[in-house]
């Protein structure tokens, strides 16, 4: 079986959580090669497995170097391996009152290292991961690399999953679309979404910013808003300190858009360190639907 007829037939397994981009009409799987909805709107499948179901060009400027570097921090150098475990965790605790099969939806899951490491850590589960992002160079590593979750190319404003489908929507690092996490999440699901404190990765956020842009970042407003859309159950603080040698630290300033900007001196300042520890320093918010 191609990874295109494997994807397809684990699609078509749950198609019934599928809409229509377009029309939000119910689809179906034809010829394990096509997602096709009542109106004969039609997204193939890929020869990598993952379904690109955007409806309009995206101009996003995340490149495939990017994504290969956190790959390569998520993967080998472990970045954030202690995170995944606690999410794992998490999600064991809420898991036992959800419906088989369990359906893990990464809401902007790039290259889709986080939701991997994630589904590996919650063993034993009757899981499906759904990882959707609108940066295709993100979705085809991710259908190339991870074989068992869906991968989609997709909007956030328009997630193409019906009402009350994912019983764990995941939020990781990237922004959110709380409208559409609100629609797709089931009643009974949870809503984990990970933000950056004000000392996550400050070792290069010290050397990248001049003391003119050094302003104190601060996750207040992140919160504040996330409380607005969800009843706010668990907040975590989650803080440790990982060394990093210098192969490491490039990739991890190839992955970090706040480097993007930096001078080459900074850099190099940076990458000069033949090892240096990096601190990851993160809230986990768990989040059910209101009451209200
Ligand atoms: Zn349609």
């Known amino acids: 079986m191609t990874n295109k007829e494997k994807s397809a037939k684990v699609v078509s397994e749950i198609v019934d959580i599928f809409r229509c981009p377009i029309c939000h009409r119910s689809m179906k799987v034809v010829d394990f090669k096509s997602l096709i909805c009542s109106n ?14 955007l409806t309009r060009p995206s101009n996003q400027h995340y490149d495939k170097n990017l994504f290969e570097a956190r790959q390569k ?11 995944h475990k606690k999410v794992s965790e998490i999600i064991g605790k809420h898991l036992d009152e959800f419906h088989y099969p369990t359906i893990i939806f990464d809401a902007g899951s790039g290259e889709g290292s986080h939701l991997q490491k994630i589904i590996n850590e919650c063993r034993d589960r009757a899981i499906t991961g759904i990882g959707l992002d609108i940066a295709k160079e993100g979705i085809i590593m991710a259908s190339k690399n991870y074989h068992n979750p869906i991968w989609l190319v997709g909007d956030l ?8 489908s994912s019983h764990v929507v995941l939020n990781i690092l990237s922004p959110a679309n709380y ?16 933000v950056p404190r004000p000392n996550y990765l400050k070792e290069l956020r010290e050397v990248i910013f001049t003391n003119s842009d050094k302003k104190a970042y601060t ?19 989650f803080s440790y300190f990982k060394e990093l040698e210098q192969t490491e630290l490039l990739n991890l300033i190839q992955m970090s858009p706040l480097a993007w900007n930096a001078e080459k001196e900074q850099i190099d300042s940076f990458l000069n360190l033949d090892s240096t520890g990096i601190t990851v320093d993160l809230d986990i918010l768990i989040g059910v639907k209101s009451t209200s």
Not at 157 to 164: E, G, K, R, S, V
Not at 222 to 237: A, D, E, G, M, P
């Open 40 to 53: 004969n709107h039609t997204f193939d499948f890929a020869k990598q497995g993952y379904v690109n179901m």
């Open 219 to 237: 996750n207040g407003e992140t919160i504040s808003l996330f409380k607005q859309n969800f009843q706010l159950v668990n907040n975590f603080r």
């Open 179 to 194: 409208m559409e996490f609100k629609r797709v999440l089931a009643p009974e699901g949870i809503i984990v979404k990970i």
């Open 157 to 164: 404003a328009n997630i193409p999953l019906t009402d009350q």
């Open 73 to 83: 921090i998520i993967m080998e150098s472990n970045l954030y391996s202690s995170l």
